[in-house]
Protein backbone atom coordinates (compact mmCIF):
# COMPACT_ATOMS: atom_id res chain seq x y z
CA UNK A 1 0.00 0.00 0.00
CA UNK A 2 1.13 3.41 -0.39
CA UNK A 3 2.92 5.37 2.37
CA UNK A 4 5.17 7.84 1.11
CA UNK A 5 4.82 10.94 0.62
CA UNK A 6 7.42 13.42 -0.90
CA UNK A 7 7.57 16.92 -0.50
CA UNK A 8 7.33 18.60 -2.78
CA UNK A 9 5.59 17.05 -5.40
CA UNK A 10 7.49 19.62 -8.35
CA UNK A 11 10.61 21.34 -7.93
CA UNK A 12 12.56 23.98 -10.39
CA UNK A 13 15.96 25.33 -9.75
CA UNK A 14 18.88 26.40 -11.45
CA UNK A 15 21.39 24.93 -12.63
CA UNK A 16 24.83 24.17 -9.28
CA UNK A 17 21.84 24.82 -7.07
CA UNK A 18 21.60 22.06 -4.40
CA UNK A 19 18.14 20.33 -4.05
CA UNK A 20 16.27 18.84 -1.42
CA UNK A 21 13.72 16.39 -1.11
CA UNK A 22 11.60 14.98 1.68
CA UNK A 23 9.77 12.35 2.46
CA UNK A 24 7.56 11.00 5.07
CA UNK A 25 6.20 7.03 5.88
CA UNK A 26 4.18 5.66 7.96
CA UNK A 27 4.69 2.06 9.63
CA UNK A 28 8.00 1.14 10.60
CA UNK A 29 11.13 0.02 8.28
CA UNK A 30 14.11 -2.22 7.68
CA UNK A 31 15.36 0.10 5.29
CA UNK A 32 14.89 3.01 3.28
CA UNK A 33 15.68 3.51 -0.43
CA UNK A 34 15.87 6.65 -3.29
CA UNK A 35 15.16 6.01 -7.09
CA UNK A 36 15.07 8.15 -10.05
CA UNK A 37 12.98 8.07 -12.93
CA UNK A 38 13.80 9.66 -16.18
CA UNK A 39 10.44 9.71 -18.03
CA UNK A 40 9.19 7.25 -19.06
CA UNK A 41 12.10 4.78 -18.02
CA UNK A 42 12.93 2.42 -15.47
CA UNK A 43 13.82 2.93 -12.10
CA UNK A 44 17.97 3.41 -11.35
CA UNK A 45 18.52 2.76 -7.76
CA UNK A 46 20.57 6.07 -5.91
CA UNK A 47 20.84 4.87 -2.33
CA UNK A 48 19.76 2.90 0.63
CA UNK A 49 19.76 3.76 4.60
CA UNK A 50 19.28 1.18 6.66
CA UNK A 51 16.59 1.63 9.70
CA UNK A 52 20.03 2.19 12.03
CA UNK A 53 22.15 4.46 10.21
CA UNK A 54 21.35 8.52 10.26
CA UNK A 55 23.16 9.86 6.87
CA UNK A 56 24.90 8.58 3.90
CA UNK A 57 26.70 9.95 0.96
CA UNK A 58 26.87 8.79 -2.22
CA UNK A 59 28.76 11.48 -4.51
CA UNK A 60 26.85 14.37 -4.63
CA UNK A 61 23.92 12.49 -3.30
CA UNK A 62 23.20 13.16 0.54
CA UNK A 63 20.53 11.30 2.21
CA UNK A 64 19.40 11.25 6.02
CA UNK A 65 16.98 9.57 8.31
CA UNK A 66 15.08 9.92 11.03
CA UNK A 67 12.83 7.07 12.02
CA UNK A 68 11.52 9.09 15.01
CA UNK A 69 10.06 11.49 12.74
CA UNK A 70 9.67 8.70 9.52
CA UNK A 71 11.06 10.77 7.40
CA UNK A 72 14.18 11.01 5.56
CA UNK A 73 15.55 13.63 3.16
CA UNK A 74 17.78 13.57 -0.20
CA UNK A 75 20.17 16.14 -1.23
CA UNK A 76 21.35 16.77 -4.30
CA UNK A 77 24.16 19.43 -4.46
CA UNK A 78 25.82 21.28 -7.51
CA UNK A 79 22.68 19.91 -9.33
CA UNK A 80 23.61 19.49 -13.52
CA UNK A 81 20.67 19.21 -15.96
CA UNK A 82 21.29 15.41 -16.39
CA UNK A 83 19.69 15.34 -12.84
CA UNK A 84 16.35 16.36 -14.27
CA UNK A 85 14.20 12.98 -13.21
CA UNK A 86 11.18 12.10 -11.07
CA UNK A 87 12.62 10.96 -7.49
CA UNK A 88 10.96 8.61 -5.40
CA UNK A 89 11.95 7.23 -1.87
CA UNK A 90 10.84 3.72 -1.57
CA UNK A 91 10.38 1.76 2.29
CA UNK A 92 11.15 -2.37 2.85
CA UNK A 93 9.83 -3.26 5.85
CA UNK A 94 10.55 -6.95 6.03
CA UNK A 95 14.11 -7.51 5.57
CA UNK A 96 14.03 -7.67 1.79
CA UNK A 97 11.41 -10.16 1.43
CA UNK A 98 8.73 -7.68 0.90
CA UNK A 99 8.49 -5.38 -2.19
CA UNK A 100 8.75 -2.03 -1.63
CA UNK A 101 6.52 1.03 -1.01
CA UNK A 102 6.94 3.42 -3.00
CA UNK A 103 6.44 7.69 -2.31
CA UNK A 104 4.10 9.91 -4.57
CA UNK A 105 7.69 11.16 -5.82
CA UNK A 106 9.09 14.72 -6.79
CA UNK A 107 9.68 16.11 -9.99
CA UNK A 108 12.87 17.94 -10.40
CA UNK A 109 13.88 20.50 -13.31
CA UNK A 110 16.81 21.83 -13.20
CA UNK A 111 16.94 24.55 -15.71
CA UNK A 112 20.66 25.37 -17.56
CA UNK B 1 26.20 -6.75 -13.03
CA UNK B 2 22.31 -7.28 -11.79
CA UNK B 3 20.46 -6.07 -14.97
CA UNK B 4 16.80 -6.81 -15.75
CA UNK B 5 15.51 -6.96 -18.95
CA UNK B 6 11.69 -6.79 -19.87
CA UNK B 7 10.09 -7.95 -22.88
CA UNK B 8 8.39 -6.32 -24.71
CA UNK B 9 9.20 -2.20 -24.25
CA UNK B 10 6.13 -1.57 -25.28
CA UNK B 11 2.73 -3.45 -26.76
CA UNK B 12 -0.80 -1.94 -28.10
CA UNK B 13 -3.45 -4.04 -28.09
CA UNK B 14 -7.17 -4.37 -28.57
CA UNK B 15 -9.50 -4.45 -25.74
CA UNK B 16 -10.39 -8.37 -24.80
CA UNK B 17 -7.12 -9.62 -26.12
CA UNK B 18 -4.34 -11.15 -23.44
CA UNK B 19 -0.59 -9.88 -23.07
CA UNK B 20 2.31 -11.26 -21.91
CA UNK B 21 5.22 -9.88 -20.45
CA UNK B 22 8.50 -10.98 -19.72
CA UNK B 23 10.57 -10.06 -17.05
CA UNK B 24 14.56 -11.65 -16.84
CA UNK B 25 17.53 -11.37 -14.48
CA UNK B 26 20.03 -11.65 -16.87
CA UNK B 27 23.58 -12.37 -15.12
CA UNK B 28 21.86 -13.38 -11.71
CA UNK B 29 19.69 -15.52 -10.38
CA UNK B 30 16.98 -14.12 -8.92
CA UNK B 31 14.37 -16.62 -6.27
CA UNK B 32 12.14 -13.30 -6.35
CA UNK B 33 10.83 -10.66 -8.41
CA UNK B 34 8.41 -8.00 -8.09
CA UNK B 35 5.43 -6.64 -10.41
CA UNK B 36 4.77 -2.86 -10.30
CA UNK B 37 2.30 -0.68 -12.13
CA UNK B 38 2.69 2.71 -12.81
CA UNK B 39 -0.01 5.18 -14.03
CA UNK B 40 1.01 8.13 -15.77
CA UNK B 41 2.35 10.71 -13.33
CA UNK B 42 1.94 8.94 -10.14
CA UNK B 43 3.96 6.21 -8.49
CA UNK B 44 4.74 2.90 -8.73
CA UNK B 45 2.38 0.91 -6.76
CA UNK B 46 3.41 -3.22 -5.88
CA UNK B 47 1.07 -5.52 -8.00
CA UNK B 48 2.32 -9.04 -6.39
CA UNK B 49 5.61 -10.89 -5.17
CA UNK B 50 6.51 -13.97 -7.48
CA UNK B 51 8.59 -16.51 -6.19
CA UNK B 52 10.32 -19.26 -8.20
CA UNK B 53 8.52 -22.19 -8.02
CA UNK B 54 5.81 -21.26 -5.98
CA UNK B 55 2.27 -19.26 -6.48
CA UNK B 56 2.60 -15.00 -6.50
CA UNK B 57 1.65 -13.54 -3.79
CA UNK B 58 -0.83 -10.77 -4.54
CA UNK B 59 -1.40 -7.18 -2.92
CA UNK B 60 -5.13 -6.05 -1.98
CA UNK B 61 -7.16 -5.50 -4.87
CA UNK B 62 -5.04 -6.94 -7.26
CA UNK B 63 -7.30 -9.56 -8.94
CA UNK B 64 -5.04 -12.98 -9.20
CA UNK B 65 -7.09 -14.12 -12.24
CA UNK B 66 -6.52 -10.90 -14.25
CA UNK B 67 -2.95 -10.72 -13.43
CA UNK B 68 -1.47 -14.06 -14.36
CA UNK B 69 1.96 -14.04 -13.17
CA UNK B 70 4.53 -17.23 -13.80
CA UNK B 71 8.08 -17.67 -12.57
CA UNK B 72 8.81 -21.19 -14.10
CA UNK B 73 13.31 -20.29 -13.39
CA UNK B 74 15.28 -18.33 -11.79
CA UNK B 75 15.47 -16.08 -14.70
CA UNK B 76 12.45 -15.81 -15.97
CA UNK B 77 8.97 -14.64 -14.20
CA UNK B 78 6.10 -13.22 -16.46
CA UNK B 79 3.02 -11.53 -16.28
CA UNK B 80 -0.14 -11.93 -18.36
CA UNK B 81 -3.13 -9.24 -18.27
CA UNK B 82 -6.29 -11.34 -19.23
CA UNK B 83 -9.01 -10.54 -21.24
CA UNK B 84 -7.29 -6.71 -20.74
CA UNK B 85 -9.51 -3.33 -21.10
CA UNK B 86 -8.78 0.11 -21.74
CA UNK B 87 -8.43 1.15 -17.63
CA UNK B 88 -5.67 -1.51 -17.80
CA UNK B 89 -3.12 0.67 -19.73
CA UNK B 90 -0.64 1.82 -17.37
CA UNK B 91 3.18 1.04 -17.22
CA UNK B 92 4.55 -2.19 -15.77
CA UNK B 93 7.38 -2.89 -14.46
CA UNK B 94 9.48 -5.51 -12.89
CA UNK B 95 12.10 -5.45 -10.25
CA UNK B 96 14.44 -8.53 -9.00
CA UNK B 97 16.57 -9.21 -5.60
CA UNK B 98 20.18 -10.55 -6.56
CA UNK B 99 19.92 -12.50 -2.93
CA UNK B 100 18.08 -13.79 -0.55
CA UNK B 101 17.62 -11.38 2.17
CA UNK B 102 19.12 -8.71 0.20
CA UNK B 103 17.12 -5.43 0.35
CA UNK B 104 18.72 -4.42 -3.16
CA UNK B 105 16.27 -4.53 -5.87
CA UNK B 106 16.93 -3.87 -9.54
CA UNK B 107 14.66 -2.77 -12.27
CA UNK B 108 13.68 -3.47 -15.18
CA UNK B 109 13.03 -0.78 -17.85
CA UNK B 110 9.14 -1.56 -18.15
CA UNK B 111 6.76 -2.22 -20.33
CA UNK B 112 4.48 0.75 -21.48
CA UNK B 113 0.32 -1.46 -22.41
CA UNK B 114 -1.95 0.77 -23.94
CA UNK B 115 -5.45 -1.29 -24.24
CA UNK B 116 -7.19 0.20 -27.08
Known amino acids: SQQGEEDPQALSIQEGENATMNCSYKTSINNLQWYRQNSGRGLVHLILIRSNEREKHSGRLRVTLDTSKKSSSLLITASRAADTASYFCATNSGGGADGLTFGKGTHLIIQP | GAVVSQHPSWVICKSGTSVKIECRSL??????MFWYRQFPKQSLMLMAT?????????EQGVEKDKFLINHASLTLSTLTVTSAHPEDSSFYICSARVASGSPEQFFGPGTRLTVL
Open chain 2, 50 to 58: SNEGSKATY
Open chain 2, 27 to 32: DFQATT
